[in-house]
């Protein structure tokens, strides 16, 4: 809905008319110029911040070009109501207003033609092509940035010389203020012609095309990450980065949505984002021999079509949702989970998956997170409370926010012994329900509280010398990533793709500095003190890493915490009870299950204070490997041998179909092409016998 500031902007805008309209009646050029005013600052705000309210004018009849219309309409009426509609100043507004509208139409052909020429057939990333095409930089941001608002907006010196001019009763003012509207108009319109023409414009899609598949033949890609998507659904794909640029294998990403692409995290692995299915289809993929897909998604079809690659599914989670036992997974030759979980589930569906098709490779992401060697003695115990949000319906057992989260934490910040207590919310709590927001405003206000009276107990002392120390290496820090982090925006798609090769020395040192970050941040506070985190810094994992302990919901954040062997708690928030609970839910089989008023807690805490005499520590490591497989090897290189036992057994079927055929002839080419089906012999018709 926008935030306060964009719905307080749309409020005094859409009020701002009527306005206008008294105004205009009174007759009052004061109040007049005031009103417009408003609506003119108005407009501007929501544009410049790109509020979803305005697309919502749109929906209720009230866009740009009307507002701007009922606004020179109203002009036209407030000098009609001071008599002046003999005068001349009178019939040059309204001329104005209609030349004005004029140039709009050619205005609007010129920028979506400019947009349409230079909308690549394919856009990519860490891809060549400059050596190969020719294409020129994109027309200034002035032009193409806004551009309706820009034109519009351009009035804004007719509106004001025409009230000056009333005001004044000097006509020669309100005719300046027109030319100056007519001239800029139709400068801007000039300005657009030569960016729909010649040297201006990248080369046709055919060119483009050729140049993607001459690179392809160059770089000769083995394994293919594939992904199609919504905008919300990057995360799907960013997850596996990191994976596809550690593989033996020399990696492609190929993308079906340029609003992916644009969602893109930084990465060092080619990136060709082909939103055509006939272009993808026609594309020279003939050295791939493995093709991962993250989703299951209608678009699949268009690589899953091709012979000559093995097609896995990967997913993009593992969890206990119906989506990772989806019956469209036999549509793969190989089906790779995490761990053992996996496999079962999909047993346990019983969908069509054949358990001779499923591979457990682990799950490489899950890397950065450290296995757990207990509290060390000269700190306190630090527990992560990161409930997930409160999800799209009102069921009960979606989040603990709701009913436990104010327990939880009660309790942990009054626990004795003492612990520190990291409070990291999704980012999306609150956003559907009220009463998520306001409890998650509540559990905020409570560790804040916690954490000023800790800070005044002369118990707990803090070193003053190096926060300061680490506050300044944070400062440092930030500002080198902004300093190789600014400036990289493209001018537009074709640019970005003529010049979207990525400096691997910037993108190294970015990592660096991002894990110096986090070092930096951690040790910005005393390691006692409450902490409320919220954004993308630090990450998720980070808090993990940090923590002795997590009390969560169902949800991947509990799988992936697994990964530590740390103790756990989960909220059976719907009151399911502890047997109904864990059979519904793998993850949950080896954490202390809390109900509501958070008494189980204790049972947390005593298991990390006394590792040795936790209960559940068995249970644990038995269920990490369960659900994740082994430590060793390391999933990153199980993965590879998948890759690397599958790319073979691809080029195997190749070799053999490439040797029926030299060896049978093109009948045989024709039966093994139609499977199911022979060759039709001399005497046949439609491969049916005729006798």
């Known amino acids: 809905m926008g935030s306060a500031a964009e719905l307080a902007a749309a409020v005094l805008m859409m009020l701002g008319f009527p ?20 609506t003119y600052l108005a407009d501007h705000y929501l544009h410049r911040k790109g509020s979803y309210l305005v697309s919502r004018l749109s929906k209720v009849r009230a866009g740009l070009s009307i507002r701007f219309l009922i606004r020179q309409l109203l002009l036209i009426l407030l000098l009609a109501r001071l008599s002046l509609a003999d005068n001349l100043i009178y019939y040059g507004a309204i001329a104005c207003f209609i030349a004005f509208y004029g140039l709009q139409a050619p205005h609007g052909a010129l920028t979506t033609l400019i947009r349409n020429r230079r909308r690549m057939p394919v856009a990519t990333r860490n891809v060549d092509l400059a050596s190969r095409i020719r294409i020129p930089d994109a027309p200034p941001r002035l032009l193409l940035d806004r551009p309706a608002e820009k034109m519009l907006h351009l009035d ?105 692409l644009q969602n893109l995290a930084p990465t060092t692995v080619p990136v060709v984002c082909v939103p055509g299915g006939v272009h993808l289809m026609n594309m020279d993929l003939s050295t791939v021999r493995v093709a991962l897909y993250a989703a299951n998604v209608g678009k699949n079809i268009h690589l899953l079509r091709v012979p000559t690659m093995r097609h896995v599914f990967i997913g993009h989670g593992d969890s206990d949702k119906l989506a990772s036992v989806n019956p469209f997974s036999k549509v793969y030759d190989e089906v790779w989970t995490a761990g053992r979980a996996g496999r079962d589930r999909y047993a346990i569906a019983d969908v069509g998956v054949r358990d001779e098709d499923i591979v457990e490779v682990g799950r490489p992401q899950l890397a950065p997170i450290r296995t757990w060697q207990g509290v060390p003695g000269d700190r306190m115990p630090t527990i992560l409370y990161a409930p997930t949000w409160e999800g799209w319906d009102d069921n009960p057992g979606n989040t603990s926010i709701l009913l436990a989260g104010e327990n939880i934490v009660k309790r942990l910040v009054e626990a004795d012994p003492a612990v520190r207590v990291l409070y990291k919310p999704h980012p999306f709590t609150g956003t559907r329900s009220p009463q998520a927001k306001a409890a998650h405003q509540r559990i905020t206000a409570l560790i804040e509280a916690a954490a000023a009276e800790r800070a005044a107990d002369a118990r707990f002392t803090a070193d003053t010398a190096a926060r300061t120390q680490a506050g300044a290496e944070l400062a440092r820090i930030e500002a080198r990533l902004a300093e190789l982090t600014g400036g990289t925006e ?156 599958l790319a073979l057994k691809a080029e195997t079927r190749n070799l053999g179909q490439e040797s029926r055929i030299t060896v049978g002839g093109p009948d045989v080419e024709l039966a093994d092409a139609l499977p199911g089906q022979r060759a039709s012999a001399p005497g046949d018709t439609d491969g049916a016998p005729t006798g």
Not at 216 to 239: C, I
Request: with cysteine.
């Open 156 to 260: 804004l010196a007719a509106v004001t010389g025409i009230l000056a001019g009333a005001a004044l009763e000097s006509a020669a003012v309100g005719y300046t203020g027109i030319g100056v509207t007519l001239a800029l108009s139709i400068l801007y319109v000039l300005a657009l012609v030569p960016y729909v023409r010649g040297g201006k414009t990248p080369p046709k899609a055919e060119k483009v095309l050729a140049a993607v598949d001459d690179w392809l033949r160059e770089y000769r890609p083995e394994t293919v990450l594939y992904f199609s998507g919504s905008k919300d659904s990057a995360y799907q794909v960013n997850m596996w980065l990191e994976t596809m640029e550690q593989l033996d294998t020399r990696p492609l990403i190929i993308l079906r949505e340029r609003v992916i």
């Open 490 to 645: 493209r001018g537009d798609e074709a640019e970005a793709t003529r010049d979207g090769l990525v400096d691997v020395a910037r993108h190294e040192e970015i990592a660096r500095l991002r894990a110096e970050w986090n070092t930096a941040y951690w040790r910005s506070f005393p390691d006692w003190e409450h902490r409320v985190i919220t954004g993308a810094e630090p990450r998720l994992y980070d808090c993990f890493n940090v923590s002795d302990a997590m009390v969560s919901d169902i949800s991947s954040v509990v799988s992936d915490f697994i990964a530590s062997g740390k103790p756990y708690a989960v909220t059976d928030s719907a009151g399911l009870g502890v047997e109904e609970f864990k059979r519904q839910n793998t993850a949950v089989r080896a954490a202390v299950i809390l109900s509501n008023d958070a008494t189980e807690l204790d049972a947390l805490l005593q298991a990390v204070r006394v590792p040795d005499a936790d209960p559940l520590a068995k249970d644990r490591r038995e269920l990490k490997r369960y659900l994740l497989g082994p430590d060793e090897p390391k999933s990153i290189d199980q993965f590879n041998t998948a890759v690397a036992q």
């Open 19 to 38: 306005c206008l309209m008294l105004a205009a009646l009174v007759p009052s050029i004061p109040a007049f110029a005031a009103a417009a005013a408003v």
